[in-house]
């Protein structure tokens, strides 16, 4: 069974930037790829970022290419998601979750674990 602890949201201005911790435990990180997830109020989830467990291929939604970057840390087991030039539609809960392949993270078809979230909220 894998945790994942998901930390770094808060508020931000536009412009403005945050990077966002997941550290894992309970299990072995280099099993996994890892994705980036989001929920805005009355929205449902989506992807944001995947990355391959071996950290080599990446996968990112549309809407944050060129601005977000996913990146991992096998010897502390932990997922980053480096987030720049935050705009107020980048506002939602930020989840990361675990899944076999970086194909089925992005495309939400298998994910096997998930964190518990993180707010991020950016003013105009």
């Known amino acids: 069974q894998v945790q994942l602890v998901e930390s770094g949201g808060g508020l931000v201005q536009a412009g403005g930037s945050l990077r966002l911790s997941c550290a894992a435990s309970?299990?072995?990180?280099?099993?996994?790829?890892m994705g980036w997830f989001r929920q805005a109020p009355g929205k449902e989830r989506e992807f944001v970022g995947s990355?391959?467990?071996?950290?080599?291929?990446?996968s990112y939604a549309d809407s944050v290419k060129g601005r977000f970057t996913i990146s991992r840390n096998s010897a502390a087991a932990a997922v980053y998601l480096q987030m720049n030039s935050l705009q107020p539609e980048d506002t939602a809960i930020y989840y990361c979750?675990?899944?076999?392949?970086?194909?089925?993270?992005?495309?939400?078809?298998?994910?096997?674990?998930w964190g518990q979230g993180t707010q991020v909220t950016v003013s105009p």
């Open positions: 979750a675990a899944g076999p392949d970086y194909v089925s993270v992005a495309t939400m078809t298998v994910l096997d674990y």
């Open positions: 309970g299990g072995t990180f280099s099993r996994y790829a």
């Open positions: 990355i391959s467990r071996g950290g080599t291929r990446k």
